[in-house]
């Protein structure tokens, strides 16, 4: 059923971004909360993220979720309801909400998704999409089509790995491996060659900034942090081979669950991946060369989408929009009943 006043949540560990069913994403934001004392919020989202790793001493600034798992429900309910009520016709009506969740997770954390949506918003129906399904819709392919598809999410906190045909999930696998591992390998790398100690923001300008996979220019980033030696403040000029260096462990631990999963597929659907191959998507996919060090170490054609972050959005509008795809969701009762 199509509901006139619908919205879309892609509650993601770095950002939320939401949507109405006329394609509009009206919210893209960071997913983050600044809290003074324990209990008074300061900011929230984009202005939480600016405080991030420079509050004093009684502030503290964070994600509510790791991992991709809401991890402090009263955090999470505040961004959330903070960041709908500075786009208030997205409330008007009752609206039905559609949000997607990791599969590869357990019951008890999927109905945190419905705890936080009911501390925030007065919905007509609250509605849970596997995002490996979100994802494979958002990037244009059938789900039910008898030809198996594989889909490779990169994202912030997690990679999710999702394997699809007729209509099913065949595979779903949770890395808990992104972007901000990537940062953490970033910040390890700087204060070991450089002796530097430098926060996540900063290696995440670092990794958008110099990261590449196989080959790319040769380029650096003069950073500032605290000495590791001296404890003083210090500036490193970081190059570009030391950052992709830094990060190789970590795509070769995804590459190589890849093989793994690849390597488990029944002969059949083993074959489709072969020939219409895999498809990347997520904010952390856009590394350069990243897909073509992918297609070599996998023997495997790797594409692309238009704005890989958005894809997830997308299957969740398509969702909204077409009643076909309602089969795609399911309720509270459905988790009730049938996943706990």
Known sequence: MIFNNALGIDFGTDTIKI????NRITVCEKNMIAIRGGHNVIAIGDAAYD???KTPEDVTA??????????EQKNAETVLSYLLKKNKHFLSGQPAV????????????????YNVLNGTIRARKTYLVDKGFADTIGVGVSVESPRASMLVNIGAGTTEITVAAGGKILISKTLQLGGHKLDEDIITMVRRMFHVNIGRKT????????AYVIDGPADSVIVY????ISGLPVSAEITSMAVSVA????????????????????PQFYNDIMEAGLCLTGGTSLIPNLSEYMRRELSVPISMVRE?????????????????????????????????
Do not use: W
């Open 247 to 266: 990060i190789t462990n970590t795509i070769e631990a995804i590459t190589n669950e890849l093989k793994g999963i690849l390597d488990r597929l029944p």
């Open 225 to 228: 942090g605290i000495s590791a």
């Open 98 to 113: 559609y949000i997607a969740v990791p599969r590869d997770i357990s019951s008890v954390e999927k109905r945190a998704y």
């Open 308 to 340: 890989p972050g958005l894809a997830t959005l997308r299957g969740i509008q398509m969702i909204m929009n077409r009643p076909e795809l309602a089969e795609y969701t399911y309720s509270l009762k459905d988790l009730t009943e049938t996943r706990l």
């Open 62 to 71: 964070g994600c509510p979720m790791i991992h991709g798992v809401i991890a």
């Open 19 to 22: 949507c109405d069913r006329k």
């Open 203 to 210: 290696a995440s300008l670092l990794k958008n900034r110099l």
């Open 51 to 53: 405080m991030f790793e």
